[in-house]
T-cell receptor, first 112, second 113 residues
Framework: DAKTTQPPSMDCAEGRAANLPCNHS???????VYWYRQIHSQGPQYIIH???NNETNEMASLIITEDRKSSTLILPHATLRDTAVYYC?????????????FGKGTSLLVTP | GAVVSQHPSWVICKSGTSVKIECRSL??????MFWYRQFPKQSLMLMAT?????????EQGVEKDKFLINHASLTLSTLTVTSAHPEDSSFYIC?????????FGPGTRLTVL
């Protein structure tokens, strides 16, 4: 079972920031927060991950609350190509060998 | 980033035939690969974990004799759907574990007539 809760869908205007929330209230101390996205009929694409500090890369920023029970993925300037299903997943570091378990994700629609 | 490929990208077969799907890690070695299945409008469901040189571990409800997995090298895992039926039609996706994240293949769409 997925250990995360995400809104089923969100809309965002092109050029605006898209803020995607995720609740993971049962996260344990050694579990990371991973974000992936899946564009229609493609394999999931890695976006970002973090443990407790905020993280930023060329794709997005990840804000994790101090108690680690929730996080927000921020796409700073959404484009039409960012329309996809976004999955928030908690898991031990990939070296643990555990598979990523996908919940239902958030379907993000970026509109012109 | 690391690349994982799958072949074929799509396949159509007759009911009762077997289909083999290949998953390759192109620029890194993967001791562990995972196979997922995704039905329309649903999320990815883990089918099995494939470890190089050993037997795969299947999730509950996944028939190991129907979905044969072979992970003979550090860069290749194969999934064979034996005696395929229309209900096996789905999007099959593999992933390979890298240093810090898992990388996913582009998926294989299987249609069984």
């Amino acid at each position: 079972d997925a250990k995360t809760t995400q809104p089923p869908s969100m809309d965002c205007a092109e050029g605006r920031a898209a803020n995607l929330p995720c609740n993971h209230s049962t996260i344990s101390g050694n579990e990371y927060v991973y974000w992936y996205r899946q564009i229609h009929s493609q394999g999931p694409q890695y976006i970002i991950h973090g443990l407790k500090n905020n993280e930023t890369n060329e794709m997005a920023s990840l804000i994790i609350t101090e108690d680690r029970k929730s996080s927000t993925l921020i796409l700073p300037h959404a484009t039409l190509r960012d329309t996809a299903v976004y999955y928030c997943i908690v898991n031990e570091n990939s070296n643990s060998g555990y598979a990523l378990n996908f919940g239902k994700g958030t379907s993000l629609l970026v509109t012109p | 980033g690391a690349v994982v490929s799958q072949h074929p990208s799509w396949v159509i077969c007759k009911s009762g035939t077997s289909v083999k799907i290949e998953c390759r890690s192109l620029d890194f070695q993967a001791t562990t690969m995972f196979w997922y299945r995704q039905f329309p409008k649903q999320s990815l469901m883990l089918m099995a974990t494939s470890n190089e040189g050993s037997k795969a571990t299947y999730e509950q409800g996944v028939e190991k004799d129907k979905f044969l997995i072979n992970h003979a090298s550090l860069t290749l895992s194969t999934l064979t759907v034996t005696s395929a039926h229309p209900e096996d039609s789905s999007f099959y996706i593999c992933s390979a574990r890298g240093l810090n994240e898992q990388f996913f293949g582009p998926g294989t769409r299987l249609t069984v007539l």
